[in-house]
């Protein structure tokens, strides 16, 4: 209790989240015995955090990481909302529905939530705008869309899924792709339900296979990006961590040699922006994985795993439990924080009623990804509202 009253009062006060969880953890490894200069617990902190980042597996996300900000540079965001707008542009409402689609084609590129929509924040929303959407409509539509991103592989939520619990990243990111098209398609389906009502315009763009095939040439090496990753993975030729070694290798050729945007003097910043997300999460990471472990000892998933049981036998209703207990977090808390924390805690409960251990991290990941976007608080929503001057309330309304 007190440790958990430690952590919710570091967090209220304004501390950032890993070091939110490093007060929590020093507490809870003091409270197993001993004071702070007698207690041999402690000691065992600093193995627990080295042996956390200790894993081969873990090199697949600075690297992804790095090749998403490479892609970034070179413009490939246009690339992609041309192809996406010469498909389903003629449609009414063909901005949103480009920008849906866009989102999808996106994913493989970044990986990312918040940078999606801070990229069709910066990008897209504007456009829409523009052409007579409501600014917190472009904005709603492009936080929905968000969520696609780390849902359709390369994830680095997955990434860091599967080298924690000893799941097959190969398994997580196949298990995406459906889900991520799913969202898009019904997201797409309810742009088109209510187009009428909204009186969402029509854009002056011909479905012409000369124009499709024209976008589709210039974004063709960016929609190769995902196929070469998965290609290689599924077919067991390279592991994550090569593939993504392969990705950047990739994305600095088609940069510096086919787009010919991306110049030497461009990789001190994009390799300091890279340092600076890496740096965050993995300190996230060690500091999670010592506070998992004295979770774990403290048998805390065990108990939360038999009083969930107790409170019905019903698996689905378990399993909208476990999915609201996420999203609530997920909204108020690094996302990597919850699922290092939660998801050793929440996957024997998932065992119990059933779920493979790939089936139940893709819904752990999906819950998370949706917190992003979810009213009041979810990050997305802070993301697009900084980005392009819309209250959160307006956004809120439509999403």
Known sequence: MIVALLFVVSLLIGLPIGVAIGVATFAGYIALGGGIVDNNFLVMIPSKIFSALNSFAFLAMPFFILAG??????????????????????????????????????????????ADAAAFGRTLVPAMVRNGYTRSYACAVTAAGSIVGPTVPPSSLMVLYGSIMGVSIAGLFASGILPGIVITLLCMAMITLT??????????????????????KKAFLALLMPGIILGGILGGIVTPTEAAAIAVGYALFIGMFVYKNLKLSDLPEILARTAR?????????????????????????????KGLLALSENKDLILLMLIGILLVFGMVMDIAA??????????????????????????????????????????????????????????MKDL
């Open 69 to 114: 900000e490479i892609m970034n540079k070179t413009g490939i965001t246009d690339r992609i909302l041309l192809f996406a707008k010469a498909l389903v542009g003629h449609w009414r409402g063909g901005l949103a529905h480009t920008n849906m689609l866009a989102s999808l084609l996106f994913a493989g590129v970044s990986g990312s939530a918040t």
């Open 195 to 216: 187009g009428k009502a909204k009186n969402l315009p029509r854009e002056d763009v011909l479905l012409s296979r000369r124009i499709v095939w024209a976008a589709f």
């Open 277 to 305: 997300i890496n740096g965050v999460v993995f300190l996230i990471v060690a500091i999670a994985s010592a506070l998992g472990w004295w979770l774990g000892f403290e048998r805390i998933p065990q108990d939360l795993s």
């Open 338 to 395: 919850v699922l290092i924390i939660m998801g050793p805690v929440l996957l024997p409960i998932m065992a119990q009623i059933g779920l493979n251990p790939i089936h139940g991290g893709i819904i752990i990941v999906l819950a998370l990804n949706i917190s992003l976007m979810t009213p009041p608080i979810g990050a997305c929503l802070f993301v697009l509202s900084s980005v392009t001057g819309e209250r959160i309330g307006g956004i």
